[in-house]
C-alpha cells in the first residue's frame, strides 16, 4: 500500500523483505530477515529514515512473535542506530492498548499499555525501544498505533477503526517529514463517521489530516456480515480480546 503512496522525485525506496521483490523506479530491493544484524545494518547505511513493518502480523505462539516482532524490532532500531539513521518510523497498533475498555474512549495519544495479546505485547515492547532509543541515542522515533488498515472496512467493527490507505500514506508521509519529532505515540485512523475511538491530536501535531470515511462502505459491509456481538465493541481490540485468541496450555498425556 505504501510503496506507491510514498514514491516522490528525488526519493529512492529501499525495500526489504524474507520474500523476493522487484524493484520499480526510484526503488531498490534487499532480500533479508529483520532478525539479521548484518544485514539490516547495511541495509540502513545512507538512509535517511526507516519505516518499520516488519513482523508477524497478527497473533502468533510466543517463540515466533519473540523472535520477529521482538527481536527483530531491536535489531532494526540498533541497525538504524550503528548506521547512523536519524528517523525510525515504527508500526505499533491499537492492540498495544486493546483492552482500553470503551468508556475510556476516545483513548488518549500515550495512553498506558494493556496490550490484548502476544502481538500486542509485542507492540508495546516495540514503543519501549523506540522510547529508549531516542532518549539514549537521539533518534527520531514516532510509533504509530495503526486500528484497521485494508483496501476496505473487512467488519462492522471497522467501520470504526478503518485507517484508509490514502490517509496511511498521508500519516506516514507526515511522520516522515514533521521537523524535528523526538518520541511520539499516535493513532493511525481515518475520518469515519462510526469512529472518534481514539484521539488523533498527536497524529495532527505530526501534519495529518485525515480524508477518507469508511461510512461509503457501510451498507455493504453491514449487509455482508450482520451486526457484530456486543463484546467486539467493549474494548478497543474488539476480536482480539475474546477467548479465541487465549493462549492454550499443552496437554500433559
Excluded at 150 to 176: I, K, M, N, Q
Aim: contains cysteine; negative net charge.
Amino acid at each position: 500500500m505504501l510503496r506507491p503512496r510514498l514514491a516522490r522525485p528525488g526519493r529512492t525506496l529501499r525495500l526489504l523483505d524474507t520474500a523476493a521483490l522487484t524493484a520499480g523506479p526510484g526503488e531498490e530491493t534487499v532480500r533479508a530477515s529483520v532478525t539479521d544484524m548484518a544485514a539490516m545494518t547495511a541495509a540502513c547505511q545512507g538512509a535517511d529514515a526507516v519505516i518499520h513493518l516488519a513482523g508477524v502480523a497478527t497473533e502468533g505462539p510466543w517463540p515466533q512473535i519473540l523472535e520477529v516482532n521482538i527481536h527483530g524490532t531491536y535489531v532494526t532500531f540498533e541497525a538504524a542506530r550503528r548506521a547512523g539513521v536519524p528517523r525510525v518510523v515504527f508500526a505499533s497498533s491499537n492492540h498495544a492498548v486493546g483492552f482500553t475498555p470503551r468508556e475510556d474512549f476516545p483513548v488518549p495519544d500515550y495512553a498506558f499499555p494493556v496490550p490484548d495479546t502476544y502481538y500486542g505485547v509485542a507492540k508495546v515492547a516495540g514503543e519501549g525501544l523506540a522510547a529508549m532509543y531516542h532518549y539514549r541515542y537521539g533518534l527520531d522515533a514516532v510509533c504509530i498505533r495503526i486500528l484497521t488498515c485494508f483496501e476496505r472496512p473487512p467488519s462492522v467493527r471497522g467501520l470504526a477503526t478503518w485507517l484508509s490507505p490514502d490517509d496511511a500514506g498521508r500519516l506516514f508521509e507526515a511522520c516522515l517529514t514533521a521537523p524535528s519529532p523526538g518520541f511520539r505515540v499516535v493513532f493511525g485512523v481515518s475520518a469515519n463517521t462510526r469512529g472518534g475511538w481514539v484521539s488523533l491530536d498527536e497524529a495532527r501535531a505530526l501534519g495529518y489530516e485525515p480524508r477518507d470515511n469508511a461510512e461509503v462502505y457501510a451498507a455493504e459491509v453491514i449487509a455482508e456480515h450482520g451486526e457484530p456481538a456486543s463484546p467486539v465493541f467493549r474494548y478497543l481490540g474488539g476480536e482480539f480480546t475474546l477467548p479465541d485468541f487465549d493462549a492454550k496450555i499443552p496437554s500433559e498425556s
